[in-house]
């Protein structure tokens, strides 16, 4: 499905879950973490590889996909902000597969994320050629996000502070963005209340 394109995944995992007070990314949706499930999800998609970045809570979270074959990045200035883990993880991608067509950056705490949403977005890449393929919640874009190697340079210049969303709405209004829907992305999980009202699968 990739036709020769090298893409990576880059899921970010090094928040300390300050709003939930206890790690969320080990929280169960079924019979798995939400750090399982996206894992799994990334790497059951047509992506190359996948790249973790891990800061707070990373012993912990190690210990729960030591079995999947994944990249580990070690973020240690996770507290800066998610703009760090995000060039920390584009780095390793990029020590990995030096000539990596494209990105797809993504977190690890929305329940509904699938291996689906992710070949959604390398198939509108392919199909369109836009730089920029992101996750329309129907009244709002986010992540997971592709990014095209002709974005890696501004991506490794973000602030620490800026996370993918608000450099998506940077480029909206421009010609180099396309669309996936992903009915479900809007939810992720913060609160303790928020994984319980999640309908069991």
């Known amino acids: 499905m990739n036709y020769n394109k090298k893409i990576s995944i880059i899921l970010l995992a090094a928040g300390s879950s300050s709003r939930m007070g206890q790690n969320k990314l080990l929280l169960k949706k079924g019979n798995e973490t939400l750090l399982e499930r996206t894992v799994r999800s990334a790497l059951s998609s047509s992506a190359n590889d996948v790249v973790i970045v891990f800061g707070a809570n990373s012993k912990e979270n190690k210990s729960f996909i030591g079995q999947f074959p994944l990249k580990i990045a070690m973020n240690e200035n996770w507290e800066k902000g998610i703009g760090s883990s995000i060039k920390c993880g ?5 020590a990995e597969n030096p000539d990596s067509d494209a990105v797809i950056i993504s977190v690890c705490d929305q329940p509904f994320l699938s291996s689906e949403i992710f070949d959604n977005l390398i198939s509108k890449y392919l199909e369109t050629g836009k730089p920029i393929v992101a996750s329309d919640y129907s009244d709002s874009m986010g ?50 209340k928020d994984i319980k009202n999640l309908t069991p699968t």
């Open 143 to 192: 992540v997971p996000v592709l990014y095209d190697k002709s974005m890696f340079d501004e991506l490794l210049e973000i602030p620490d502070e800026h996370g993918a969303k608000k450099h998506i709405l940077v480029n909206a209004e421009k010609e180099n963005l396309a669309t996936v829907p992903f009915q479900k992305g809007a939810i992720d999980i913060d609160t303790i």
């Open 90 to 94: 584009l780095q390793k991608a990029l």
